[in-house]
């Protein structure tokens, strides 16, 4: 008889009741990788003792780091991973290896490689937020040599070209946001990524991607990264549809198509991916894996995002952040990437500003590692909209199971009494164990009490998670 766990959530106090239910030999597919990151671990000199939080980075099991404004961050130092960078005089030629600058990108990009994570490399540039004046986003004086310039950065760190490594990195992404502050044929304010047309934009990128895949068959090539609406807008941007039909019209193949939105509503991530899985395979992008690959907790980008700020290093994030890969490994999304991993950068919210230790976002993404960990999902379900479960298990059964109360109302402050029993009459041991993030505590074991019929009980505050182990 196939075992059934049931977890029974009652609302304290009140007669309402919820019922969460996971079938552990009703198998649905691979846990996702819904937990992976932009950017990665603080990097110190040799003579520090100091070591930075790269023993967390291998812990959370992130297993791909994006170094998108990685010359953002001090500790990697600004000469990193942007073309302009590597590749500082465009006058000079690309065949030749005298002609980039590699020394800290490949520093920065050997600490996440040592760290037993792989690099997403993005291709293109970091944002330029300064008014006036822009330097390094406008659209390539030849396009080709772009191309050119960025097949040797590849050739760099898979086949050991100029002093190089070889890394074996899959996926490589071109540009960043071309579409942020573009409303349909004008800009809303300085660009901050492209300070081009689409339509030079359309013909950057298939030149890219066809010389980039004519080079490397066998790699992951795509992007470019496309930025989403502000918070609460459930419809994605025009520019996403534009893009692909037109890349369809040209024969542009691709790999993946990555996309970004900033959301205090979780739910919105599950639209956008319906919509972009929906639009990839309108234009013939069947095969095409969709990437979320820039998110994060923001409510409003205007009066709201101070509150923004404050949240995202907050109990609230560390529940959203849970929700979020939770409604994800449920849609088209192939893969999630936290917006921004970097130590004492605003958006943050995984280490203390000072210290460098892990708060609650961090535990989030830990915890998910650990269902990745044990790679296959099954079948889970709850009736109560802020409660939600993920439930994996490996080959020889030990189980993981993620629930969380992701609450969008402040207001709400009761607490919801949680009975975990094995529905099939099997009853839990001094096996299990329960590890509890909340308002009070980051990761701490519960102190859970087996009752008499083999039941646990729990209880979940507004903006919670809890990862069972058994």
């Known amino acids: 008889m196939k075992k059934i766990l049931t977890l029974a959530l009652l609302l304290s106090g009140i007669s309402l009741s919820a019922q969460v239910t996971v079938s552990p030999e009703t ?3 691979p846990i996702k990788r819904m937990n992976a990151v932009n950017n990665g671990p603080r990097i110190n000199n040799a003579e520090q003792v100091y070591t930075g939080t ?61 760290a037993g994570v792989e690099v997403f490399f993005r291709l293109g540039q970091s944002i330029e937020n300064q008014p006036l004046k822009k330097y390094n986003i406008y659209p390539p004086k030849d396009n080709k040599k772009w191309a050119q310039v960025a097949e040797h950065i590849i050739r760099h760190y898979n086949e050991g070209w100029a002093d190089g490594f070889h890394y074996g990195i899959k996926y490589w992404e071109i540009w960043n946001e071309p579409n942020l502050e573009w409303d349909n044929d004008k800009w809303k304010v300085d660009p901050r990524c492209w300070a081009g047309s689409p339509e030079e934009f359309y013909d950057f990128f298939e030149v890219a991607v066809k010389h980039l895949k004519g080079c490397f068959p066998d790699l992951l090539i795509g992007g470019p990264a496309m930025s989403g609406t502000d918070p609460g807008v459930r ?3 025009v520019w996403y549809e534009l893009l692909l039909s037109e890349m369809k019209r040209r024969q542009v193949p691709l790999d993946f198509f990555a996309w970004h939105i900033y959301e205090s509503d979780p ?18 992008y069947d095969k095409t894996e969709s990437f979320l690959n820039e998110w994060n907790y923001i409510k409003s980008w205007t009066d709201d995002y101070p509150y923004s700020a404050r949240t995202m290093s907050s ?4 529940a959203f952040v849970c929700a979020a890969m939770q409604i ?38 830990y915890a998910w590692g650990k269902l990745k960990t044990l790679g296959t999902q099954v079948k889970a379900g709850c009736d109560i909209p802020d409660v939600r479960v993920t439930a994996a298990r ?25 009975v975990v029993k094995l529905a099939d009459g099997s009853k839990f041991d001094e096996r299990v164990r329960c590890h509890i993030t909340d308002p009070f505590s980051m990761y701490t074991e519960y102190p859970v009490a087996l009752q008499p019929d083999g039941t646990l ?14």
């Open 328 to 365: 994800c490994q449920e849609t088209p999304t192939d893969m999630l990437m936290y917006y921004v991993w970097t130590p004492g950068t605003r958006f943050n919210g995984l280490f203390d500003q000072l210290s460098d230790t892990p708060i609650w976002s961090y535990w989030a993404i």
């Open 235 to 237: 419809t994605i941007p």
């Open 394 to 418: 490996n080959a020889e059964g030990r189980l993981g199971i993620l629930v969380s109360r992701y609450v969008m109302d402040d207001n709400i402050t009761a607490v919801k009494d949680v």
């Open 315 to 318: 109990p609230k994030a560390g």
């Open 54 to 114: 790269t023993g967390y980075f291998r812990a959370a099991n992130v297993g791909y780091s994006r170094n998108h404004d990685a010359a953002g961050y001090s500790a990697y130092g600004e000469h990193v991973v942007d073309i302009s960078i590597i590749f500082p005089d465009f006058s000079k030629n690309p065949n030749k290896p005298e002609s980039y600058d590699f020394t800290l990108t490949d520093r920065y990009v050997k600490s996440i490689q040592d």
């Open 27 to 29: 198998t649905i597919g």
């Open 457 to 470: 009980l729990l209880a979940l505050e507004p903006d919670s998670f809890v990862y069972i182990e058994y």
């Open 267 to 284: 739910t919105i991530y599950a639209d956008y991916a319906y919509q972009v899985r929906a639009l990839l395979d309108k234009y013939g």
